[in-house]
């Protein structure tokens, strides 16, 4: 009987000091800062026009839309608050910075290869917030390619996804003016044949009327 009554005081004992230690560590949890984990899956995009799935490169074509996406989350217990997202387009980086300091934020970059010539440009209206279970929590600014755009505070263990769009713009090619073609000038005439045999048969119709001429007025002058 004693070695059970011992027994079950040091139970007991082991009982009282693991609830001890569980009511003085979980305060310490609560108040851990926050922390954005990093990784390749931060920060990927696709293309919506080629329907592919989201990855860290994607290939574009001129007119081709492009959803970007970055997944911030939180992995600490503490909750992080005024965070501010901002992308660049031209170099495919995003950072991710709460009010606690960069050290509690995230990065990621992608590559997009657009077709020769074009240039990415931001779509206005399509910047949203996400929970991890794809609801749409609020529309955001559209500053995020511009300074950036705060998305508010996260809890501690909670994702949250900030989407975007962008278009590849390219020239317009200048069409090749088409060369004017040079009039065909008109054909030549004929002209009427001037052969030594038309010039005698002239001169002879000549004299023969100059002759009938000349007799006609004779005797005209002799009667």
């Given at each position: 009987?004693?070695?059970l009554?011992?027994?079950?005081?040091?139970?007991?004992?082991?009982?009282?000091?693991?609830?001890?230690?569980?009511?003085?560590?979980?305060?310490?949890?609560?108040?851990s800062?926050?922390?954005?984990?990093?990784?390749?899956?931060?920060?990927?995009?696709?293309?919506?026009?080629?329907?592919?799935?989201?990855?860290?490169?994607?290939?574009?074509?001129?007119?081709?839309?492009?959803?970007?996406?970055?997944?911030?989350?939180?992995?600490?217990?503490?909750?992080?608050?005024?965070?501010?997202?901002?992308?660049?387009?031209?170099?495919?980086?995003?950072?991710a910075?709460?009010?606690?300091?960069?050290?509690?934020?995230?990065?990621?970059?992608?590559?997009?290869?657009?077709?020769?010539?074009?240039?990415?440009?931001?779509?206005?209206?399509?910047?949203?917030?996400?929970?991890?279970?794809?609801?749409?929590?609020?529309?955001?600014?559209?500053?995020?390619?511009?300074?950036?755009?705060?998305?508010g505070?996260?809890?501690?263990?909670?994702?949250?996804?900030?989407?975007?769009?962008a278009?590849?713009?390219?020239?317009?090619?200048?069409?090749?003016?088409?060369?004017?073609?040079?009039?065909?000038?008109?054909?030549?005439?004929?002209?009427?044949?001037?052969?030594?045999?038309?010039?005698?048969?002239?001169?002879?119709?000549?004299?023969?009327?100059?002759?009938?001429?000349?007799?006609?007025?004779?005797?005209?002058?002799?009667?």
């Amino acid at each position: 009987m004693k070695s059970l009554s011992k027994l079950a005081a040091l139970a007991s004992g082991i009982i009282m000091t693991l609830a001890i230690a569980a009511f003085n560590f979980s305060p310490v949890l609560a108040d851990s800062p926050g922390q954005l984990t990093g990784g390749s899956q931060v920060y990927q995009v696709k293309n919506l026009t080629q329907k592919t799935s989201y990855a860290n490169t994607a290939s574009a074509a001129c007119g081709d839309e492009l959803q970007y996406s970055a997944m911030l989350h939180n992995a600490a217990y503490g909750g992080l608050t005024n965070i501010q997202v901002s992308a660049n387009l031209a170099n495919g980086t995003l950072i991710a910075t709460p009010a606690e300091g960069a050290s509690a934020g995230t990065s990621g970059s992608v590559t997009v290869n657009v077709a020769s010539g074009g240039s990415l440009a931001y779509e206005n209206g399509t910047t949203t917030l996400y929970d991890s279970d794809g609801n749409v929590i609020k529309t955001l600014p559209d500053t995020i390619t511009q300074g950036g755009v705060n998305i508010g505070g996260i809890n501690g263990s909670t994702t949250e996804f900030v989407n975007f769009k962008a278009k590849v713009n390219c020239p317009t090619p200048t069409p090749t003016p088409t060369p004017t073609p040079t009039p065909t000038p008109p054909a030549a005439k004929a002209l009427p044949n001037t052969g030594p045999g038309s010039v005698v048969g002239l001169f002879a119709g000549v004299s023969a009327i100059a002759g009938a001429g000349h007799y006609f007025v004779t005797r005209r002058a002799r009667q």
